[in-house]
């Protein structure tokens, strides 16, 4: 009895080891392994790179020499812009002029080693920088691309910049606030900005899903008009 009983428990013993040896690793985030190049500033940019490396994407963010303008916004923390910090999470920065030679080339080699890369300039102005979509595609046509304007890339309005007032007012969302004779007012809460960078976000995902299908990358486009 006493030898089976040792056996029995020996037995017990090699199964839970054998368990224990064959549990999986934790999985790595969705976006484990993509690398992203953030050249946005504000909110709708920067919101819709925060997501993408919330789920694992290493995302370099370019800012200007002078640092991303949502900087100089408050409220401060240590000196910092609280907002920045919170649409800018699990991102490196990188300071840098891509209208000189040095920039230029710096950011050629990022582009050709990316799979995202997002902008918020006005249409055409990447174009004028030497960085338009048919010329980054040719440099890595595996790219996704993402552009975020005002008012898109089509239309009277689309040389235009756009504020979250501006926007808001087009629309008509802020009709039912302030008074006639008081200047025009906006909503807390950055409903324009906030919605575009969901819609980038969700169009770069689908970009990504077309690619693992046809190996190609793809030009997405959003703007805050809708």
């Known amino acids: 009895i006493v030898q089976q009983v040792t056996r029995q428990l020996r037995d017990k013993a090699e199964v839970r080891f054998r368990s224990s040896a064959t549990i999986p690793q934790e999985p790595s985030p969705a976006l484990s392994g993509l690398r992203v190049l953030d050249l946005s500033q504000g909110v709708s940019g920067p919101l819709c790179g925060m997501q993408l490396g919330d789920l694992g994407a ?14 100089q916004i408050g409220p401060f923390v240590q000196s910092e812009s609280a907002l920045f910090l919170q649409l800018n999470r699990n991102k490196r920065s990188l300071p840098l002029d891509h209208k000189t030679s040095a920039g230029k080339d710096i ?17 055409g102005v990447m174009e004028r920088l030497g960085f338009g979509y048919d010329t980054v595609a040719a440099l890595n046509h595996r790219i996704v691309y993402c552009s975020i304007s005002a008012f898109g890339r089509n239309g009277p309005l689309a040389d235009h910049p756009g504020t979250e007032l501006a926007i808001q007012s087009f629309v ?10 008081a200047p025009p007012v906006r909503t ?34 959003t703007s805050m008009l809708g």
Not at 58 to 71: C, Q, S
Not at 107 to 123: H, K, S
Not at 172 to 178: D, F, S, Y
């Open 107 to 123: 950011l050629c080699r990022l582009l050709a080693n990316a799979d995202i890369v997002i902008e918020g300039y006005r249409p």
């Open 172 to 181: 008509g969302t802020n009709r039912q606030l302030g008074s006639v004779e």
């Open 58 to 71: 290493d995302v370099v963010k370019i800012e200007p020499l002078t640092g991303d303008w949502l900087r």
């Open 188 to 221: 807390g809460f950055d409903l324009a900005a906030t919605e575009t960078g969901f819609a980038a976000f969700q169009g770069i995902l689908a970009a990504l899903l077309w690619r693992e299908h046809s190996g190609e990358g793809q030009h997405v486009e």
